[in-house]
């Protein structure tokens, strides 16, 4: 599929103003690099029809990676819900990362 890269841009540029300059912790229910990704890649999925690879730079070295599958998206949002859920609960959250 071909899609315009002003498009692109254009839907890229929109969806990251959400993130720019606001408090994550209102945002998300856990303000992680792991967290911005999810819902990067939930954000963009409603605007751009390709598969999308997002990565969300933390630092030099370090950042967090997902790469649409057919299940990324459903586990993205189940993190998320997972994730508000325990908040609103009051129980301590932890997250476990692997590395490639």
């Not at 999925?45 to 969300?56: A, G, H, N, S, Y």
């Not at 790469?67 to 993190?79: F, G, Y």
Request: with cysteine.
């Amino acid at each position: 599929m071909v899609m315009d890269f002003a498009d692109l841009k254009k839907a890229m540029k929109e969806t990251v103003a959400a993130f720019d300059h606001v408090d994550l912790n209102q945002l998300l229910p856990i303000p992680t690099c792991e967290y911005i990704t999810f819902e990067l890649l939930r954000r963009l999925k409603e605007r751009v029809p390709q598969k999308l690879t997002i990565r969300v730079w933390e630092g030099e070295g370090k950042w967090a990676e997902l790469e649409e599958t057919p299940a990324a998206l459903e586990q993205a949002k189940a993190a998320i819900e997972e994730a508000r859920a325990l908040k609103k609960s009051g129980t301590p959250i932890t997250c476990e990362v692997g590395r490639s």
